[in-house]
């Protein structure tokens, strides 16, 4: 706990990245951080190896702009590129597990969650607004708004939660493509976005960052969560309630079951989604 009061907001969700395995996650977050958070971070000895290795792609990157650009283009494999992100990817899982700790050892808050507050009902805006993606089965707040501490400057942090057997990135581009018409920007890598002036209700929203997640895990930690800031937003329950969330979401169910179960079908996707749970199948 000590060391994870200690972390700046970047640590944490470097350490978040960390926790959930995802070698380009993890790159991304690092890139967010600050020359002195990287440094506290190498401290940690867990970790110094780690940031060892992304440090030696960033320093090859820069020693070769012409191979780092025509790998980032072309995806042609660079012989030496290929070996230091190799080394990257060891080390991510080497240091996932030690991730868990940190994590599972952050009690719940004693803050009552700000209901009224800008950023809770920024939150639920958006999660009604997402309700009709299909396969999207669960909508999950985490960090400072869950746990009742934000401040004026904090992001709203959210995970969203597909079908299970949904690939993550045809996730991404139905969630993307509902979010288009009320953001004010495109969602940037990190996956962060910002509501345009009064939409959905909104006169001036916090930025939204979020996470996708294929399956509601069996620990919060294997997805870079603690339990302890954890707020379920939208859990689907059936096949039916799904159907008629999506009332305003064209097309809509192929068919229906009498056990409440429903076959949806969007850009090429077929789902079918039962009691609380959900398969997919292309």
Same mark, same amino acid.
């Given at each position: 706990?000590?060391?994870?009061?200690?972390?700046?907001?970047?640590?944490?969700?470097?350490?978040?990245?960390?926790?959930?395995?995802?070698?380009?996650?993890? !790159? +991304?977050?690092?890139? %967010?951080? #600050?020359? &002195?958070?990287?440094?506290?971070?190498?401290?940690? =000895? @867990?970790?110094?190896? *780690?940031?060892?290795?992304?440090?030696?792609?960033?320093?090859? !990157? +820069?020693?070769?702009? %012409?191979? #780092?650009? &025509?790998?980032?283009?072309?995806?042609?494999?660079? =012989? @030496?590129?290929?070996? *230091?992100?190799?080394?990257?990817?060891?080390?991510?899982?080497?240091?996932?597990?030690?991730?868990?700790?940190?994590?599972?050892?952050?009690?719940?808050?004693?803050?009552?969650?700000?209901?009224?507050? *800008?950023?809770?009902?920024?939150?639920?805006?958006?999660?009604?607004?997402?309700?009709?993606?299909?396969?999207?089965?669960?909508?999950?707040?985490?960090?400072?708004?869950?746990?009742?501490?934000?401040?004026?400057?904090?992001?709203?942090?959210?995970?969203?939660?597909?079908?299970?057997?949904?690939?993550?990135?045809?996730?991404y581009g139905l969630v993307v493509d509902r979010?288009?018409?009320?953001?004010?920007?495109?969602?940037?890598?990190?996956?962060?976005?910002?509501?345009?002036?009064?939409?959905?209700?909104?006169?001036?929203?916090?930025?939204?960052?979020?996470?996708?997640?294929?399956?509601?895990?069996?620990?919060?930690?294997?997805?870079?969560?603690?339990?302890?800031?954890?707020?379920?937003?939208?859990?689907?329950?059936?096949?039916?309630?799904?159907?008629?969330?999506?009332?305003?979401?064209?097309?809509?169910?192929?068919?229906?079951?009498?056990?409440?179960?429903?076959?949806?079908?969007?850009?090429?996707?077929?789902?079918?989604?039962?009691?609380?749970?959900?398969q997919h199948r292309i």
């Amino acid at each position: 706990m000590a060391l994870w009061e200690n972390l700046s907001r970047c640590q944490r969700d470097f350490v978040r990245s960390l926790a959930r395995g995802r070698g380009e996650e993890v !790159r +991304i977050e690092f890139h %967010r951080l #600050s020359q &002195d958070e990287r440094h506290a971070l190498s401290q940690i =000895p @867990e970790l110094g190896g *780690l940031i060892l290795t992304i440090e030696a792609e960033n320093t090859w !990157r +820069i020693d070769h702009p %012409r191979e #780092s650009f &025509d790998h980032l283009v072309s995806g042609r494999p660079v =012989p @030496e590129m290929k070996a *230091l992100r190799a080394a990257t990817h060891a080390t991510v899982r080497r240091s996932t597990r030690w991730a868990h700790g940190p994590l599972a050892s952050v009690p719940p808050s004693d803050k009552p969650i700000h209901e009224d507050g *800008l950023h809770y009902r920024t939150a639920l805006a958006v999660a009604e607004y997402l309700s009709p993606v299909v396969g999207l089965v669960g909508v999950v707040l985490f960090g400072s708004v869950a746990r009742g501490e934000e401040r004026s400057d904090s992001d709203v942090d959210m995970l969203l939660v597909g079908a299970r057997g949904m690939r993550t990135d045809r996730l991404y581009g139905l969630v993307v493509d509902r979010l288009e018409p009320v953001i004010a920007d495109n969602v940037a890598r990190d996956m962060q976005f910002e509501l345009r002036p009064g939409k959905l209700g909104i006169a001036q929203a916090p930025k939204v960052h979020f996470m996708l997640e294929q399956s509601f895990p069996s620990k919060w930690e294997d997805v870079g969560l603690d339990s302890g800031s954890v707020h379920l937003l939208r859990k689907l329950q059936n096949g039916a309630d799904l159907v008629t969330r999506r009332a305003d979401a064209n097309p809509l169910a192929t068919r229906t079951f009498d056990s409440g179960a429903a076959l949806l079908h969007q850009r090429g996707a077929d789902i079918m989604v039962h009691s609380a749970d959900a398969q997919h199948r292309i």
